[in-house]
């Protein structure tokens, strides 16, 4: 935030305007996208905000050229963001896999609504799930993460570019349509209090860079077109100078490399919330919108002696498998509402073995969970 936006630190407004003030904040300076409901407003606060900060805002053909634009001007130096819904998120894959693997640094912001096809434009979902993860071909690294309120819609905006900039990797900011359109109140950080990350940059002169190198930490450092490092970048399968290649150990070498350095690293990737879980003996595991109501829902069900904690996922993928395993010791059961047909629940279960049940609550008529539904499951199992 600029020293003028500081001084007013608490503001009403909604998740997609928290999602842009959050990309200002973390020195966003590209954005390229295509108007659709439900994420339009991301793009009007950015066309006429971004501007005024030195930034470049532009409104492209479609969301493929946008994508295309995003990795473009992150090449050239710029942290850079798109974002969309439903149809123009499928549109994006095919260079989401180009971005992953020519180790770009960018943000998708995809607000979430009701498909398959132009499904429920203004209706909200959260069935997108498993495209964030799977949608482009390949075995690919991907990082996705997911707000439940507008001001962590802030925050985890901000989290998002850090999060690509460290890795050298897309990074997805999935919210759904009750996130995006909800107002509630937000005390934003002082701009002192932002954490801002950089992109690491080589110590070696022009002629000894390789950028794609297997460093140790397993992300090459990485510098910006125009700075007098010359190299190439496709999204063929390359040695660690950035060139085509057809030998199997250097194809193995990078793509190992592409996805290990998410994993070896996912203690700084994976991030959840817990509420009232030390002593619980129903989980509920939830994210997005409908942690909200998952989240009222153990209120109520302590209101009736029910002894149910909240566990809620702020990083969808990589997935927390290990972290839910571990909380599942003194659990009679999971339940995993979500507005989808069971997407995470499947994760859950697959974590979980058989060592308890996991309970499913779903719903896709584009309506919220209902915490009474919630609770209702909950006394059910009890």
């Known amino acids: 935030m600029s020293e003028k936006d500081s001084t007013n630190r608490v503001q009403v407004l909604s998740g997609n305007e928290a999602c842009a003030m959050g990309a200002l904040a973390a020195d966003m300076r590209f954005y390229a996208g295509y108007p659709i409901?439900?994420?339009?407003?991301?793009?009007?606060?950015?066309?006429?905000?971004?501007?005024?900060?030195?930034?470049?805002?532009?409104?492209?053909?479609?969301?493929?050229?946008?994508?295309?634009?995003?990795?473009?001007?992150?090449?050239?130096?710029?942290?850079?963001?798109t974002a969309t819904s439903g149809p123009g998120f499928s549109l994006m894959q095919e260079n989401i896999g180009y971005a992953s693997m020519a180790e770009v640094p960018c943000v998708i912001v995809n607000v979430m609504r009701?498909?398959?096809?132009?499904?429920?434009?203004?209706?909200?979902?959260?069935?997108?799930?498993?495209?964030?993860?799977?949608?482009?071909?390949?075995?690919?690294?991907?990082?996705?993460?997911?707000?439940?309120?507008?001001?962590?819609?802030?925050d985890l905006t901000i989290r998002a570019f850090n999060l690509a900039e460290k890795f050298r990797t897309p990074v997805i900011l999935l919210m759904d349509e009750i996130l995006g359109h909800v107002n509630e109140k937000v005390v934003f950080p002082r701009s002192e209090e932002i954490q801002v990350v950089k992109r690491n940059r080589p110590g070696v002169a022009p002629q000894n860079y390789l950028p794609y190198a297997n460093t140790e930490s397993g992300v090459p450092p990485m510098v910006s077109f125009g700075e007098g490092y010359r190299y190439h970048v496709t999204g063929l399968a390359h040695d660690e100078t950035g060139f085509p290649t057809n030998k199997a150990q250097d194809i193995e070498r990078l793509l190992l490399r592409l996805n290990n350095k998410l994993e070896r690293n996912r203690d700084q990737i994976i991030d959840y919330a817990t509420d009232q879980f030390e002593d619980a003996e129903i989980g509920i595991l939830s994210y997005g919108s409908s942690a909200r109501s998952a989240r009222h829902a153990v209120f109520l069900a302590r209101q009736k002696g029910i002894k149910a904690g909240l566990f809620r996922l702020k990083t969808i993928w990589p997935f927390a498998g290990q972290e839910i395993a571990d909380h599942t010791a003194r659990l009679k059961a999971w339940v995993v509402p979500e507005m989808n047909l069971g997407q995470i629940a499947h994760e859950v279960e697959w974590a979980v073995g058989r060592s308890v049940p996991v309970h499913r609550i779903n719903r896709v008529d584009g309506n919220p969970i209902n915490p009474l539904e919630i609770l209702a499951k909950i006394e059910e199992i009890c």
């Open 114 to 154: 009701g498909g398959p096809s132009t499904g429920l434009p203004t209706m909200p979902a959260q069935a997108d799930v498993m495209q964030a993860r799977w949608g482009t071909h390949g075995d690919h690294p991907i990082i996705a993460i997911a707000p439940y309120s507008v001001g962590e819609t802030f």
């Open 37 to 81: 409901t439900p994420s339009s407003e991301i793009a009007e606060v950015l066309s006429l905000e971004l501007p005024k900060t030195g930034g470049v805002f532009i409104q492209m053909e479609d969301e493929i050229a946008s994508m295309g634009a995003i990795i473009g001007a992150s090449l050239a130096g710029s942290k850079s963001m």
